[in-house]
């Protein structure tokens, strides 16, 4: 994927794109993180929700991409940290993140005690992209290592050390779902510091793009199947049907790979998705729904070219 011209495939503003390559030019990656630059292995795609993006990035300002499951926001965080040729840090909260796990926390090195940089530390110091994945799962003493580094201050205060400035690239985007155990309400102080993107539902148009992307060799009518089997579970776990375990975008396009080696198409959806819930009525559901769209007698020949 070239990325700018993945930019221009989908017709977002030559305006955006011309300061996009500003910034890559303004901005080298130093050496010791250029294997940070990852590629993602699955493209976004959405106009107008990559404009808004890229738009708030370019202006110095931090995003936060909310929206139920399976709607892209990782795989939108990686798309943009690509597109703007950064070092990625990704930082996922859970219950025992703490602030050291963020900044650094004290190692003893060549008989003296040093300082064993966090990835927020290491985000700041090189320009890199941090992914703040489950930022409401954050407890407080994590947030409030988030609030200056976020604010107009950029800025990191290393207890026993020193104070460091973000390089002028430093960018944080936050990803967060609804209603999973352990989440909370982000408090108003946190939310100010972000601009906030609702992610929207997955289409036909959209998981077109991405399994044209990354399957050209597979015949559209099996193509045509597999997206169909994401939004009839998609639909479904809107209804409350089902419950989003099954509901789950890399693992249907991990199953359309594996098909490639020769496994069945319906035993591949079986990993991929099916397994995915373990309530036995979910999972007759799912496999309903799986059924209607994938024959059993599929081969690798009836998926491929």
């Known amino acids: 994927m070239n990325e700018l011209k993945f930019l221009e495939e989908q017709g977002v503003s030559p305006v955006f794109i011309k300061q996009v390559e500003n910034f890559r030019s303004e901005f080298p990656v130093p050496e010791e993180v250029a294997g940070r630059v990852i590629r993602p292995a699955i493209p976004f795609y959405g106009k107008d929700i990559l404009e808004m993006a890229i738009a708030a990035l ?23 940290a690509y597109i703007f040729n950064r070092p990625s840090y990704n930082i996922s909260f859970h219950v025992n993140t703490n602030s050291g796990d963020l900044i650094g926390t004290d190692t003893f090195e060549d008989n003296e005690v040093k300082l064993r940089k966090g990835s927020i530390y290491r985000c700041a110091e090189y320009g890199g992209f941090g992914i703040l994945d489950e930022i409401n799962m954050a407890k407080n003493d994590a947030v409030s290592v988030l609030h200056a580094t976020l604010d107009y201050r950029r800025s990191i205060d290393v207890p026993g050390y020193d104070k460091i400035d973000l ?53 559209q009518k099996a193509v045509e199947q597999f997206i169909g089997v994401f939004l009839d579970l998609q639909l479904k776990a809107l209804n409350s049907e089902i419950s989003t375990k099954a509901l789950d975008l890399r693992g249907l396009l991990a199953a359309m790979k594996i098909v490639d080696t020769g496994l069945s198409p319906r035993k591949a959806v079986q990993m991929g998705v099916v397994n995915k819930t373990f309530d036995v009525f979910e999972k007759e559901i799912v496999e309903d729904v799986v059924s209607t769209r994938i024959p059993e007698e599929w081969t690798r020949e009836d998926v491929y070219e």
């Open 167 to 219: 390089h002028p690239a430093t960018r944080f985007i936050g990803t967060m779902n609804y209603g999973y155990a352990g989440t909370k309400e982000l408090n108003e102080a946190l939310v100010s510091r972000f601009l906030v993107i609702e992610m929207p539902a997955q289409t036909e148009e959209t998981l077109g793009f991405i399994f044209r992307e990354m399957f050209p060799d597979a015949k």
């Open 58 to 80: 370019l202006q110095g300002q931090n995003l936060l991409l909310t929206g139920p499951k399976a709607t892209g926001k990782n795989i939108l965080a990686e798309n943009l």
